[in-house]
C-alpha cells in the first residue's frame, strides 16, 4: 500500500517533469515568447534592485522646484514631473510597488481561489451551490465597478490596495479551478487513488490539483497582467497609490493636468506599463501555445 | 520519374512527397480514360521540418485524392510536378474558377468521417441543396426539391430533412455524405474510406447502398481502402498501392486469384481464412517507411521476404502477367516477360 | 425555450439581493458617517441627527435594508443624500450616455473585429496578418486611459483636429468610441482570428470545398457560423469591460454618466445613488449573460436541443454549455 503510493507519487512528478521539460523546449521555439520572457525579466530585475539604484526619500520623494516640468535631458533622461522629480526614477520604483502588489494579490487570489474552487466541485453539494453563487453575485456587478467601490470605501493605502485587486481576482480564479477539478475528477486514476483509500485531502493535493492546475498557468499569467492593469487603473483613479508614493497609474493621473505643458509626463510612465503589459501578455500566448501544441498558428 | 524524385529528396527544404500513379474508371462509352494521374508529386513544408499526420497508405492516396479535387491546401502543401489529366485537360494547369465548376459537379468525394464531414450548424437538406444550387443555377426552392429526392435516395426520411447533423447517426451521417456527393450526378466519384468509420453492421449497409447508385447514377469510382472485403464487394479493378507507388494492378478476379506481388501476397496472408484454423495471421514484418527517405530501390525491399540485393538498388520495372491487365512491379518477375519495358510505358497511360 | 427564459429571469433575482446585501453591507460597515460626509463639517450634532432620522440611517441595518429593498421593488430607489434628487431622475439623466457610449463602441467592435479577424484568418502569415497582429499586441496592451491620455495629447493638444472632453457632437465623440472599443476591438480580433483558422481547418469545411462552392462563400456561410460559436462569450464578455471601461473614459472625458455619478457618490458615501448605480449595472451584466447564453442555442443547434432537454427535465445538467463555455 504504501509502496504501491510512493510508486504513483514519484510517478506522477515525473510525468510532471517531462511534461514542462516538453513545454520548455516547445516554449524556446518561439522566438518572440523568449524576447518577452527575457524583457519581463529585465523588468523584474531592475524594479526589484530600486533601492539599490535610488534612494527612496531623496530620489523619490523630494520635490525640487528648480527642475519643474523639465523634458527629458542629459541628467534626467525621461524629464521631470510637476514639483521637479526624475521620472525615471519613479517609474522604476512605481514598477517596483506595482509588481509587488500583484503578484501578493496574485497569490492571495491563487490560494483563495484554489480552495474555493476545489471544494467546489470535489465536494459538490451545498458547499458547491453556495460558492458558485456568491461567485455569481460577485460577477454581476462590473469588476472595475466593484474594485472601485472597495477601494474607495476602505482607507487607499497599499495592503488595502492589494486586499482589493486579490478580491476581483477570485471569483474567477475559484470558476477557472473548479472547471478544471471538475474535468479531472471523473478520471480513473482518482477512482483508482480512491479505491487505494486516499483521504480527500491526500487525492485533492496529491492527484487532482497537480494535473487540474498546469492549464491554468497561462491565465495565472494573464491574471498578473490584469492585476497591474487594474492597480494603475485605481491608481489612475486616484483611488490606489497615492502621492507622493510613485506609482504607472498615480503619475498618468498627475501628468494628464500637465499634458498641454509637459507631454513626457504622462507619455512615459504609459509606454512603461505597456511594455510590461505586452511582455506578459506574449508570455501567456508563448505558453498557451506551448502547453497545447494542437492549438498552435 | 527516378530522377524527379532523387531530386526533390535532395532539396536542402524539409519536405516529404507522395508520388503516385493511379489510373481509373472508363468513360460511359469505354473508349478512353476519364482520369489519369500521372507522377504526381505533392510536397508538404512545415515550419519544424515535421511532417504531420503521415499514415502510410491512408495518406498518400487521400493527398493524390485531395490532388485530384484540388483541395491540398496551400501551404502546407504544393504541387511539385505530374499531371492529373481528366477528360484530356490537365487539371493542375486549369483556373480555379474551372475548378470550381469540376468540384461537386463532375468530380465529387465521400470522406472517411462521417461525423467531422458535415457542417454542425447547418441543416442537412440545406448542405444538400447548396451544391444542387452551386452547379445548376437553379431557384432555391428547386435545389430543395431535388435535394430531398437525393435524400430519399439515401433512404432518409424527407421529413427529417431540416434536421442538423448531431441529430443522425454515423451511417446515417454517411448517406448524407453520399448524397451530397451524387447529388449532380458526378463523372467521377472518390470514396475515402467510406466505411472505415463506421460500424461494421453499417459498413455493409452503406457499401451496398454505394454499389447501387453507382450503376444507376453511371459513375465512375475509385474507392480508397484497407480493406478487401470492401474491394471484393465494390471493385472491378484493383491497383495495390505502397508507399505512394501501384505496386500491382490489374481486374479483381486476376488480382484476388493470382496475387503475384509479394506484398500482395502478405496482405492475402493477413485476411483469416474461415475453412482453415490457424493460430496466428500471417504479418508483414517491419514499418512503414519513412516518407521523407523512402528506400532507393523497391520502396517494399526492406521488409520483402523475397528481397535481393537488386531490390534494394535498382527500382524494378513494371512486368505484365497472363491475364487481363494484370501488372506488377518487381523484380521477381522482370524478365519473365520480355515486353517488360514496352509494358511498361502502357502501363503508365492507363 | 420559453421556460427556460423565464427561469433564468428568475435566476437574476436572488443574484439581485445577493448584489445589493453585499453592497449594502459594505457601505454600513467602512468606515465614513453618510451624514458627516453629506452635511459637511462643520454641521452640528443636531443638523447631523436630524438627517440621519430623515434618512432613516438611525434604525438597525436590518431595517434600513428591507425598507430600501421594499421600496426598491415598488422602483423607488430613495433620494440622493447629496443633490436631493430621486435616484431615478438622476440615472435617468445619465444613463443615456453611458449606454450610447457603451452601445456604439461595441457594435463598433463587433463590427471591425469581424471583418479584421476572418480577413487576417483567411490571409494567415501574410504581411496584412502579420503587421495586424502586431498592431492588436501593442493595442491589447496598452490600457484604456492611457490610450485615452495619448489620444488626447495627439489629436486634441498637438494636431487640434478633435475636442478633449464632452460626448455631445460627433466630433467630441470620437476620441471616447475609439478608446472604450479599442481593448474590445483587439480581444474580439484576435480570438475571431484564432477560432477561424480552427475551423478552416475542420472536415466540413473540406467537404463544402469539394461541393465546388466559391472560397467567399464558405466562408461567411459555413466557416463564420462555426466561428461565431466561442466568440460569443467573448463578446459577452466584452459588454461588462465596456460597461467598465466607461467609468474610467467617462471621469477622462467628463462625460456625465452612470459612471461619474458612482465616483461622486463614492466619494460622498452616498448609498441611494450607489446602491442605484450597482444595480443597474449588476441587471445589464445579468440581461447580457442571458442573451449570451440564448445567442449560443441560436447559433448551434447542438446546444438548442440540450435547452429542449433540459427544460423537459427538473434539474439541469451539472455542466450547462454556459460553464463549459466559459472555461474552454
Known sequence: MENSTAANGSRSEYKKHSLWTDVWIRLRKNTIAVIAIIVFLCILFVCLAAPLIYDYDADIVQPDISRQMQPPSKEHILGCDEIGRDILARIIWGGRITIIVSFCALGIAFIIGIVLGTVAAFYGGWAETIIMRIIDIIMSVPSVLLMITLATLIKPSIPNLTFVVAFGLIPNQARIIRGQVLQVIDQEYIKAARVQGASDFRIIVNHILPNAISPIITTTILDIAYAVMTISTLSFLGLGVQQPNPEWGTMLNSGRQYLRQAWHMSTFPGIALTITLMALTLIGDGLRDALDPRMKR | ?350 | MGRYILKRLLMVIPILIGVTLFIFLTLSLTPGDPAKLAMGNDATEEQLQAFREQNGLDKSLPVQYLTYMGKAITGDFGKSFITRQTVTSMIGARIGNTLFLSFTSIAFTIIVSLIMGVTMAVKQNSLYDNTMRVVTIILTSMPQFWLAIMMILLFAVKLRWLPSSGLGTFKQAIIPIICCACSGITMCTRTTRASMLEVINQDYIRTARAKGLRSNDIIWRHALKNALLPMITVYGRMVASCFNGSVVIESIFGINGIGTMMMNALRQKDIPAIMGGIIISACVITVVNLLTDLAYAFVDPRIRSHYRRATGKKKTVRNTPKEGAVTA
Open chain 2, 1 to 350: 520519374m527516378n530522377d524527379k524524385m532523387n531530386e526533390t529528396l535532395n532539396a536542402p527544404e524539409a519536405k516529404a512527397e507522395e508520388t503516385a500513379g493511379m489510373a481509373a474508371g472508363k468513360t460511359a462509352d469505354g473508349s478512353e480514360n476519364l482520369l489519369d494521374v500521372r507522377d504526381l508529386t505533392v510536397e508538404f513544408h512545415t515550419d519544424s521540418g515535421i511532417v504531420q499526420a503521415i499514415n502510410g497508405l491512408t495518406f498518400s492516396l487521400t493527398t493524390t485524392a485531395l490532388a485530384i479535387m484540388g483541395l491540398i491546401n496551400c501551404p502546407p502543401g504544393f504541387y511539385k510536378s505530374g499531371e492529373i489529366i481528366y477528360k484530356g485537360k490537365d487539371l493542375m494547369k486549369i483556373s480555379e474558377s474551372e475548378y470550381l465548376k469540376i468540384r461537386g459537379r463532375e468530380i465529387s468525394m465521400i470522406f472517411q468521417d462521417p461525423m467531422t464531414a458535415l457542417n454542425p450548424v447547418m441543416p442537412v437538406i440545406d448542405q444538400i441543396s447548396e451544391v444542387i444550387k452551386n452547379h445548376k443555377h437553379i431557384s432555391a426552392k428547386e435545389a430543395r426539391e431535388e435535394a430531398i429526392e437525393m435524400l430519399k435516395v439515401v433512404r432518409i426520411p424527407p421529413e427529417r430533412a431540416d434536421e442538423y447533423p448531431h441529430q443522425f447517426s454515423g451511417g446515417m451521417r454517411q448517406r448524407i455524405v453520399i448524397a451530397i456527393a451524387l447529388a449532380c450526378n458526378p463523372n467521377l466519384l472518390i470514396a475515402d474510406e467510406p466505411t472505415t468509420a463506421l460500424d461494421v453492421t453499417i459498413q455493409a449497409q452503406v457499401l451496398e447502398m454505394m454499389r447501387e447508385l453507382k450503376d444507376n447514377f453511371n459513375t465512375s469510382m475509385i474507392m480508397i481502402t484497407h480493406d478487401f472485403g470492401v474491394v471484393a464487394e465494390t471493385c472491378d479493378k484493383v491497383a495495390i498501392v505502397y508507399a505512394g507507388e501501384v505496386l500491382e494492378a490489374g481486374t479483381k478476379r486476376d488480382i484476388f486469384k493470382n496475387p503475384c506481388h509479394p506484398y500482395t501476397v502478405g496482405l492475402f496472408g493477413a485476411i483469416p481464412n474461415l475453412n482453415e484454423d490457424t493460430e496466428f495471421l500471417y504479418q508483414i514484418e517491419g514499418l512503414m517507411p519513412d516518407p521523407m527517405d523512402l528506400p532507393k530501390g523497391c520502396p517494399f525491399a526492406p521488409r520483402c521476404s523475397c528481397a535481393k540485393d537488386i531490390c534494394h538498388v535498382e527500382k524494378p520495372c513494371v512486368s505484365r502477367l497472363p491475364g487481363e491487365d494484370h501488372v506488377v512491379k518487381c523484380h521477381k518477375y522482370t524478365g519473365s516477360d520480355e515486353n517488360a519495358e514496352i509494358v511498361n510505358e502502357e502501363w503508365r497511360d492507363e
